[in-house]
C-alpha cells in the first residue's frame, strides 16, 4: 500500500473536535502536555499508529496517525471489520458482529490511542521510570495479570492455549468455526476483548475504551456470532463479573481532570 496524507474537510473536522470532547477529563489534561501533532493517511494498511517523537528523552511527546477511512465509519462497522481480521470465514455459513454503536469509529480508536498516551506519560501498564508525569500515583493495571518483565506474557494462571492462537499473537486466522470457543475462552479472563488480551498496554487501551463507551457514552459493547444470520452466541464482556472486577481502577480517569 502507498499511503497519502489525506486532506480533512469540514464536516470531517467537526468529527475529530467531537471525538476529542468526549475523552475522559484525564486524557485531556494528559493531552495538552504529551500530544504533539495528529494526522489522517489514505491508504494506510492498519487503523492508527501512536509514537514518540523522542523516546530516548525523558518528556516525551507523541503524534497519533489515523487512516482516514473510519471517519466514514460507525463504531459498530469498525469493530465488526476488526474482529472479523482474525477468523477465516471461508465455506462457513458462521459470521461475527460486534454490536458497539452508530457512532463514529474515531471516538472508539481516539479512546484507544490517546489510553496509550495516557499510559506512557503515567505508567498505569507499564512502568517506565523516569518518564511519568506523576510518578507512583496511578494504579497499577497490570498487578496480577502480566508477568512484570513481559509485556504481553500472562501469569501462569490466565495462559490459555487457544488464546494463545489468535491473529495479535501469532499473525495467523483461526478458522471461523472455532469463534464460539475462543469467545467461551475469553469469557473466562478479565480482558474486553481478544485484543485486550494479547499485550499489557493494549489490554488497559481497551479497557478504558470499551468502559467509557458503555458506562460513560452509553454505548452497547456485544460479540454476537450468528450462522445463516441467526444468532447462536453473544457475550457482553462488560456484564461478566471477572471483568468487573477492575472496575474500581477507571475511577482514576474521572477524578484526575
Not at 57 to 80: M, P
Not at 116 to 140: M, N, T, Y
Not at 167 to 178: A, C, E, F, Q, V
Not at 241 to 253: A, N, T
Amino acid at each position: 500500500m502507498s499511503p497519502t496524507e489525506h486532506i480533512i474537510t469540514d464536516e470531517e473536522r467537526k468529527k475529530i473536535d467531537s471525538a476529542f470532547s468526549l475523552l475522559p477529563p484525564l486524557h485531556k489534561r494528559v493531552l495538552k502536555e504529551r500530544l504533539k501533532s495528529i494526522s489522517f493517511l489514505d491508504n494506510m494498511p492498519n487503523t492508527a499508529l501512536t509514537s514518540s517523537f523522542n523516546y530516548e528523552e525523558k518528556y516525551n511527546l507523541y503524534h497519533i496517525t489515523f487512516r482516514a477511512g473510519i471517519l466514514k465509519e460507525t463504531v459498530s462497522q469498525w469493530l465488526t471489520w476488526k474482529e472479523n481480521t482474525g477468523f477465516d470465514t471461508a465455506h462457513s455459513p458462521l459470521r461475527i458482529h460486534v454490536e458497539g454503536g452508530q457512532m463514529n469509529a474515531l471516538v472508539y480508536v481516539l479512546l484507544h490511542e490517546t489510553t496509550h498516551v495516557v499510559d506512557g506519560s503515567l505508567g498505569i501498564a507499564s512502568k517506565r521510570e523516569g518518564k511519568l508525569l506523576d510518578p507512583s500515583s496511578a494504579p497499577d493495571f497490570a498487578a496480577g495479570i502480566w508477568e512484570q518483565k513481559g509485556l504481553n506474557v500472562l501469569l501462569p494462571q490466565l495462559r490459555d492455549t487457544l488464546l494463545q492462537q489468535i491473529i495479535y499473537r501469532t499473525g495467523k486466522r483461526l478458522p471461523i468455526d472455532s469463534a464460539i470457543a475462543v469467545y467461551q475462552a475469553l469469557q473466562k479472563k478479565p480482558f474486553v476483548s481478544l485484543y485486550g488480551s494479547c499485550a499489557r498496554s493494549e489490554d488497559l487501551a481497551e479497557y478504558v475504551t470499551v468502559y467509557h463507551m458503555t458506562h460513560m457514552l452509553k454505548q452497547p459493547f456485544k460479540i454476537v456470532v450468528t450462522k445463516d444470520n441467526k444468532k447462536i452466541f453473544e457475550y457482553a464482556p462488560m456484564q461478566s463479573v471477572i471483568v468487573q472486577e477492575r472496575l474500581g481502577q477507571m475511577k482514576y480517569f474521572y477524578e484526575r481532570s
